[in-house]
T-cell receptor
């Protein structure tokens, strides 16, 4: 257990539905990252927060994706009008405090879009 | 743009063997390089992080080296065990945000 939690662990949805994932980082970490991982590939960066401010977004993050981190604590990632191509593992990582540059990853949310 | 490549994509070895996993990166101006382990369907577990000023890091049976000039890092696993079977990923941070750029991983199987 890295100290980063994600909910839900698995989500199955039908194409066109909206889904929301939650990430709870290690409490003293001010940086929070979202990554997406497809089968057989390494994770790809989606977006990054420092405290409550969303400072960078990848081109992978289409208009259907939105992320928030109210009060600089937990974060949510919402996907609207899901498509089959959104099926992937969504990983959250946190960094800061005494982590010595190490990013700590949560267990991920596996999304399947039917 | 940083690109990270891992070779081989898959490796199968008998228990007890020493082995080396390779990672190469295109931009040598890295802050550090991190090795992770990922079990099937799970998140990533950090194994070792080598700062740009370091040449290697050791943790138990694992030793990671970094050669910035050649754009390469290796992960050495001594006396492999079936429990070492997993996918091993290397990653380098980029930009002020330090977001990680990952390789595609090496899937290791250690046969009993």
């Amino acid at each position: 257990d890295t100290g980063v939690s994600q909910d839900p662990r698995h989500k199955i949805t039908k194409r066109g539905q909206n889904v929301t994932f939650r990430c709870d980082p290690i409490s003293e970490h001010n940086r929070l990252y979202w990554y997406r991982q497809t089968l057989g590939q390494g994770p790809e960066f989606l977006t990054y927060f420092q405290n409550e401010a969303q400072l960078e977004k990848s081109r992978l993050l289409s208009d259907r994706f939105s992320a928030e981190r109210p009060k600089g604590s937990f974060s949510t990632l919402e996907i609207q009008r899901t498509e089959q191509g959104d099926s992937a593992m969504y990983l959250c990582a946190s960094f800061g405090g005494n982590s010595r540059d190490t990013q700590y990853f949560g267990p991920g949310t596996r999304l399947t879009v039917l | 743009k940083q690109e990270v490549t891992q070779i081989p994509a898959a490796l199968s070895v008998p228990e007890g063997e020493n082995l080396v996993l390779n990672c190469s990166f295109t931009d040598s101006a890295i802050y550090n390089l991190q090795w992770f382990r990922q079990d099937p369907g799970k998140g990533l577990t950090s194994l070792l992080l080598i700062q740009s000023s370091q040449r290697e890091q050791t943790s138990g049976r694992l030793n990671a080296s970094l050669d910035k000039s050649s754009g390469r890092s290796t992960l050495y696993i001594a006396a492999s065990q079936p429990g070492d079977s997993a996918t091993y990923l290397c990653a380098a941070p980029r930009g002020s945000a330090r977001q990680l750029t990952f390789g595609s991983g090496t899937q290791l199987t250690v046969l009993p």
